[in-house]
C-alpha cells in the first residue's frame, strides 16, 4: 500500500468482470500504484479473472467494505466473522494486501447513544479473530474512522487508535479519510498527528466527496501533516460517481458530486498529485 489509488466506485456500482475491465486497464493508464475494490457482495467476486488483470497491467489491489447490517459485532459477532473470513479470502485471492473500511460495523449502524465499552469490547474481540485469520494469509486490516452519519462507534482517530490497541494484532492498521475528519477532526493535521505510528493509509476525499481541490478541505495541512509524520502508505482518491442503491443510502449521496469520471481524473487526480509532490510524499 503505496503511491496513489483510486477507489473502483469511480468506474462501477459493484466489482464484476465488466467494471474488472474498465477499471483497471484505465488506472494502469494513469499510472496508479493501485485499485481499491470495494467488496460489498465478496462472493460474487471473480476473484481470479481480477488477479489475472491486476498481474497484467502491473498494478496492486486493496480491498475495502462495510458491514452488512445482519453481520455487525454487536449484534452477531459470529456472522461478522464469517463475513470478514470470507472477504479476507477472497481479498487474497485477488493478490491485494490488505482488506480495510468500515469491517467492525455496518455503514449507518447507529443506536442513538454513545457507543459503550460493551460494544469496544465485542468489537475488538471479533476482530481479534479476524486478524488471527487474516495474519495466515499474509493480509493487514484496516480500521477506518468515518463520521457520526455513518456509525457511531469510530468517529475519530482517538477512538480508532483506541480499538486498534484492544485488538493489540500487529496487522492491524488505522485508515483514515479528509471527508470524515473535515467533519470530526479539530483540524486535519491534528486527526493525521494523532495517529503517527498507526496511519498506512488514506482516502483522500473532497469536503462534497466530489472533485479534490474545488470544495473546502484544508489540503495543504493533509499533505503538511503527511509529510510531518513520514507518511510512506497509501493515498487512494475517493470520489463517488457510481454506488450501489443501498450504499448511497448509507452515504446520504442524493446527487452527482462531479460531472464525469474523466472530470475527476483529468482534474482530481493531478490535483492531488501535485500537492504530493509538493510535499515530498512521491
Known amino acids: 500500500m503505496q503511491g496513489f489509488g483510486i ?64 453481520a455487525r459485532p454487536t449484534s452477531n459477532p459470529d456472522r461478522a466473522f464469517d463475513f470478514l473470513k470470507l472477504a479476507l479470502d477472497k481479498t487474497a485471492e485477488i493478490g491485494a494486501t490488505a482488506l480495510s473500511g468500515v469491517i467492525y460495523g455496518s455503514i449507518g449502524e447507529r443506536t442513538g447513544k454513545p457507543p459503550t465499552e460493551a460494544e469496544y469490547d465485542i468489537v475488538a474481540r471479533t476482530m481479534q479473530k479476524v486478524a488471527a485469520h487474516a495474519r495466515t494469509l499474509g493480509l493487514e486490516l484496516g480500521i477506518e474512522a468515518v463520521n457520526r452519519y455513518e456509525n457511531h462507534m469510530i468517529n475519530t482517530t482517538e477512538q480508532a487508535v483506541g480499538l486498534i490497541e484492544r485488538i493489540g494484532a500487529p496487522n492491524v492498521f488505522l485508515h483514515l479519510d479528509t471527508y470524515h475528519m473535515n467533519i470530526e477532526a479539530k483540524g486535519q493535521a491534528n486527526a493525521i498527528l494523532a495517529g503517527a505510528g498507526h496511519l498506512k493509509y488514506i482516502h483522500l476525499s473532497e469536503s462534497d466527496r ?35 442503491p443501498q450504499l448511497a443510502s448509507a452515504l446520504s449521496v442524493w446527487r452527482p458530486v462531479a460531472d464525469s469520471r474523466e472530470q475527476l481524473l483529468g482534474e482530481g487526480l493531478p490535483f492531488l498529485r501535485n500537492k504530493a509532490r509538493q510535499y515530498k510524499l512521491i
Not at 489540503?219 to 457510481?242: N, P, Q, R, T
Open 210 to 244: 466530489g472533485v479534490p481541490g474545488t470544495g473546502t478541505i484544508a489540503w495543504d495541512e493533509v499533505f503538511a501533516g503527511l509529510a510531518g509524520i513520514g507518511f510512506k502508505g497509501g493515498m487512494a482518491m475517493e470520489s463517488f460517481i457510481h454506488m450501489p
Open 7 to 70: 477507489h473502483t466506485s469511480l468506474w462501477a456500482h459493484s466489482w464484476t468482470r465488466e467494471a474488472a475491465e474498465l477499471a483497471i486497464p484505465e488506472a494502469a493508464e494513469r499510472g496508479l500504484a493501485f485499485v481499491e475494490i470495494a467488496l460489498l457482495e465478496p462472493g460474487k467476486v471473480d476473484t481470479a479473472h481480477t488477479r489475472a488483470l491486476l498481474e497484467k497491467h502491473g498494478i496492486g489491489a486493496v480491498c475495502s467494505l462495510g458491514l452488512p447490517d445482519d
